[in-house]
Structures are given as C-alpha cells and as structure tokens.
C-alpha cells in the first residue's frame, strides 16, 4: 500500500499539537469562527434577499401584462388581434389604450392614468370586486378611499383629449358609475382606472393602437414573442414583460451582488487572521520543521503542510457557518420570526428562501480565499535555511 504524502500525515499531528499553544489555539479559534460568521452572514443575507425578491417578483408579474404590442399609426388592431389569437402559444388578445386623465368626486380630483380596454380588465388590476349589471370605472381601493366613492356611485372623468370651441379648448369630461374596486397593492401606484373602450371613446388622445397578449406562462411569453415578430407589420414594438420590468430586475441583481461583496469582507478578514495564525504556528516549529528540512523534506512539501492546516481551520470553519446558515434561513422561514409592518411593506414577513447553488457559490468562495490566504502564509518556508532553523 503506498503511504500518505507526508503533508497528510503530519496535518493531523500538528492540528492536535495546537490545542497545547494557547496563543495559536485562539487565533486558530478566532479564525475559523471569524469564517463560519462570515459564511452564515452571507447564506442568510442571499436567503432573505432571495425569499424577498420571489415574492416582490412574484407581485409584480401577476400584475404585468405578459406580452404588450404598440402598432404603428394607422394599423388595422382587429384584424390583427385576430389572426394573432390563432398563433401557438396565444391564449387570449385584446386591444387597449392608455392616457393620463383626471377623476372627479364631491369636488376632489386626482390625477390617474387611464386604462381603456376591449373585452376584460387587464392582468394590471387584480382582484377586482365588480358590481353585476354596473358598467362604468374600475377604481383602485386606496384611490377610491381617497375620493370617498364606493360602488355604484357616479364620478367625472377627464380626459387628456379637448375639444375645440369658439372659445377655446375645453376638457371633455364623462359621468361614469364606479363599477367596482380593484386591490392596488403595495408594489405600485393606485392612481389608475380601466373602463371599456367603448365607453372611453372621445375621451383619449388618437394614437397607435396596442394589444395585450397572455400565453401559458412566462417563458411561454418570451417564446411566442419571437414567433409575434415576424407577423407584424414594421414599426411594431413588442414588449415582453422583462422588458416592461427590465430596470426593477437590474437593480435586484445589482443589490444582490453588492450584498455579496459586503458580507464577504468578514469572510475576507477571517482569512486574514489565518495567515497570522499559520505564521504564529510555523515560529513556534521552526527547529522541527528545519529538522524535517535537513531530513530531506522539500520545501514545497512543508508549504503543502501548511496549507491543509489552513484548509483544515478554514474549511471547517465555512462547512459549519454554511450549515448554520441554512438551519437558521429554515427557521426563520419556517416560523414567520422576522416580522414586518403590513401597512407599509406587501408581506408581513420577511421570507427566506435557501438557494442550493448560492450556498455553494458562498463556501467556495470561502474555501478558495482560505487557500490563497494558507498559500500567501507559507510564503516564509521558502527561505528557510534547514541548519539555522535546527539552531534556532
């Protein structure tokens, strides 16, 4: 049987020979506690910021139209929703349009954006509570408490688009019943209103025509969207809904790999610890290790030694603050610890969602600034001179 390289072999008898140095026990202790805080910091900041992001994310696609299509100036809109609703992939195509108006109640008025479409609410209004056999505007909750209106009661829109009389531009305003309330949520603005085309006609400026397309799902959408292209006319835009949320999905990765970078300098100074830990180690084996030198033991071969002790502190260090980590990530998740304020924020808990490949991203990264710091520390062994370190 061939025996162990001699690193692996003298690794164990030098880790244990630590516990008897009370200054390198600590710094050994120091380290790789310094190293499994980093590493467990990091794992929970990336679960909270995951567990986060999902339910922001989650938010605001169910409340993003999935495909939006701006026509050019004088396209034909119904012709085309039509032969686009018999594309593979499409499930439902509608026309809309969209301008800033005005809305008016018991002499309050707020400013909102108009949504005018031609068969149902779009994905934008959730949860809509409708008033059967009412037709007229659909309200945000929070704009309506705002208005003092409720279901069934008559409001003034204004519209962007004036009409010319001799005595001037005058604002075209409509009486229109609230035919029902619809959830804002906390992740957008409530100043907007969705009523039927027909009944916005006159109202809204002429401009280009736009669709809204749903599909079977988001990456169904990014897949119809190609196929979209082809069949419309030039000057079309077709919007996915990462395109509609492209900023928002930018700065969630920005903040994510800012979170990284900061949380890992604990990790980084832990690290650094290890070297004086490992320098402090070799000063007090100097003769033994100039011993081994004498003996034939290359200095490559002690450099080798050194850095499976660091990998031994440093690794074990990172393996435990991953699993703790983890373990708490779960906890946390799993019993709702981390309270939030309902009234300000979408969620009344802060979720924590553990990422498998993130954990791993977190302890190799760990593992491998260990190993340069271990490497970086054996740095001395090079210039040992085997004779004068026995006399030492």
Same mark, same amino acid.
Not at 21 to 41: K, P, Y
Not at 77 to 104: H, I, K, P, Y
Not at 156 to 166: D, F, N, Q, Y
């Given at each position: 049987?061939?025996?162990?390289?001699?690193?692996?072999?003298?690794?164990?008898?030098?880790?244990?020979?630590?516990?008897?140095?009370?200054?390198?026990?600590?710094?050994?202790?120091?380290?790789?506690?310094?190293?499994?805080?980093?590493?467990?910091?990091?794992?929970?900041?990336?679960?909270?910021?995951?567990?986060?992001?999902?339910?922001?994310?989650?938010?605001?696609?169910?409340?993003?139209?999935?495909?939006?299509?701006?026509?050019?100036?004088?396209?034909?809109?119904?012709?085309?929703?039509?032969?686009?609703?018999?594309?593979?992939?499409?499930?439902?195509?509608?026309?809309?349009?969209?301008?800033?108006?005005?809305?008016?109640?018991?002499?309050?008025?707020? %400013?909102?954006?108009?949504?005018?479409?031609?068969?149902?609410?779009?994905?934008?209004?959730?949860?809509? %509570?409708?008033?059967?056999?009412?037709?007229?505007?659909?309200?945000?909750?929070?704009?309506?408490?705002?208005?003092?209106?409720?279901?069934?009661?008559?409001?003034?829109?204004?519209?962007?688009?004036?009409?010319?009389?001799?005595?001037?531009?005058?604002?075209?305003?409509?009486?229109?019943?609230?035919?029902?309330?619809?959830?804002?949520?906390?992740?957008?603005?409530?100043?907007?209103?969705?009523?039927?085309?027909?009944?916005?006609?006159?109202?809204?400026?002429?401009?280009?025509?736009?669709?809204?397309?749903?599909?079977?799902?988001?990456?169904?959408?990014?897949?119809?969207?190609?196929?979209?292209?082809?069949?419309?006319?030039?000057?079309?835009?077709?919007?996915?809904?990462?395109?509609?949320?492209?900023?928002?999905?930018?700065?969630?990765?920005? %903040?994510?790999?800012?979170?990284?970078?900061?949380?890992?300098?604990?990790?980084?100074?832990?690290?650094?610890?290890?070297?004086?830990?490992?320098?402090?180690?070799?000063?007090?084996?100097?003769?033994?290790?100039?011993?081994?030198?004498?003996?034939?033991?290359?200095?490559?071969?002690?450099?080798?030694?050194?850095?499976?002790?660091?990998?031994?502190?440093?690794?074990?260090?990172?393996?435990?603050?991953?699993?703790?980590?983890?373990?708490?990530?779960?906890?946390?998740?799993?019993?709702?610890?981390?309270?939030?304020?309902?009234?300000?924020?979408?969620?009344?808990?802060?979720?924590?969602?553990? %990422?498998?490949?993130?954990?791993?991203?977190?302890?190799?990264?760990?593992?491998?600034?260990?190993?340069?710091?271990?490497?970086?520390?054996?740095?001395?062994?090079?210039?040992?001179?085997?004779?004068?370190?026995?006399?030492?």
């Amino acid at each position: 049987m061939r025996p162990l390289p001699l690193a692996w072999q003298l690794a164990p008898r030098f880790a244990r020979s630590t516990r008897r140095d009370a200054a390198t026990s600590f710094l050994s202790a120091v380290a790789a506690g310094g190293i499994a805080l980093g590493v467990a910091a990091l794992v929970l900041a990336l679960a909270a910021l995951s567990g986060l992001q999902q339910a922001l994310r989650a938010e605001i696609l169910a409340r993003t139209p999935q495909l939006e299509i701006e026509l050019p100036p004088g396209a034909d809109a119904g012709r085309l929703a039509t032969e686009l609703a018999a594309v593979d992939g499409v499930e439902f195509v509608q026309r809309f349009a969209r301008a800033r108006g005005w809305l008016l109640a018991a002499g309050v008025a707020r %400013e909102v954006e108009v949504v005018a479409f031609s068969e149902r609410l779009p994905r934008s209004f959730p949860d809509a %509570e409708l008033v059967a056999g009412v037709e007229g505007v659909v309200v945000g909750d929070d704009l309506a408490a705002r208005l003092g209106v409720r279901p069934g009661d008559r409001v003034e829109l204004v519209g962007a688009r004036p009409t010319l009389t001799p005595v001037g531009p005058q604002p075209r305003m409509r009486s229109l019943a609230v035919a029902g309330l619809f959830t804002s949520g906390r992740t957008e603005r409530g100043d907007r209103v969705a009523l039927p085309l027909d009944l916005a006609a006159g109202l809204l400026p002429a401009g280009a025509p736009q669709l809204e397309i749903a599909t079977g799902g988001l990456d169904t959408a990014l897949a119809v969207a190609g196929r979209l292209r082809a069949l419309l006319p030039p000057g079309s835009v077709v919007r996915t809904w990462q395109d509609l949320n492209r900023p928002l999905f930018f700065a969630l990765h920005l %903040e994510r790999a800012v979170m990284f970078a900061a949380v890992s300098l604990i990790v980084v100074v832990a690290a650094l610890v290890l070297v004086a830990d490992l320098a402090l180690l070799q000063s007090s084996r100097w003769r033994e290790l100039g011993a081994l030198a004498a003996m034939g033991a290359a200095p490559r071969e002690l450099g080798r030694l050194f850095t499976l002790l660091g990998l031994i502190v440093g690794g074990g260090g990172a393996l435990a603050g991953g699993l703790l980590g983890v373990v708490v990530a779960r906890l946390l998740d799993r019993w709702h610890l981390v309270k939030l304020p309902a009234q300000v924020y979408f969620l009344d808990y802060l979720p924590f969602a553990v %990422e498998w490949l993130e954990v791993g991203t977190v302890l190799g990264v760990a593992l491998l600034l260990t190993f340069l710091c271990s490497r970086w520390g054996t740095r001395r062994l090079a210039e040992m001179r085997p004779v004068e370190a026995v006399r030492r």
